[in-house]
């Protein structure tokens, strides 16, 4: 069974910096490639970030593009979010979740198990 457990998100004004971590259990994680999701309040949950297998290719959403980052840590089983210039509108539950396949997908069906979430809440 795999375990998705993300920590990081808080409250922080706008022009602020986060970073988001998701711990994964089970001695697969390399295998897969990794995504973080987000989920306003009334809104769809939309791809953020994801990042292959290896770490050596990702992908963004236009929205977070040039502020965010997405890395990997496949000895410690992290994938992680570092989000710089963090907006108002970047308010939302942040989830990590595992893909089926080890490349990048940019949609929820690509994406077998999910973590519980964790809040971010932009001041502005």
């Known amino acids: 069974q795999v375990q998705l457990v993300e920590s990081g998100g808080e409250l922080v004004q706008a022009g602020g910096s986060l970073r988001l971590s998701c711990a994964a259990s089970?001695?697969?994680?390399?295998?897969?490639?990794m995504g973080w999701f987000r989920q306003a309040p009334g809104k769809e949950r939309e791809f953020v970030a994801g990042?292959?297998?290896?770490?050596?290719?990702?992908f963004y959403a236009d929205s977070v593009k040039g502020r965010f980052t997405i890395s990997r840590d496949n000895a410690k089983n992290t994938v992680y979010l570092q989000m710089n210039s963090l907006k108002p509108e970047d308010t939302a539950v942040y989830y990590c979740?595992?893909?089926?396949?080890?490349?990048?997908?940019?949609?929820?069906?690509?994406?077998?198990?999910w973590g519980q979430g964790t809040q971010v809440t932009v001041s502005s």
């Open positions: 979740a595992r893909a089926f396949t080890i490349v990048v997908v940019t949609t929820t069906g690509g994406y077998g198990y």
């Open positions: 990042i292959n297998w290896s770490g050596s290719n990702t």
């Open positions: 089970g001695r697969t994680f390399s295998s897969y490639a």
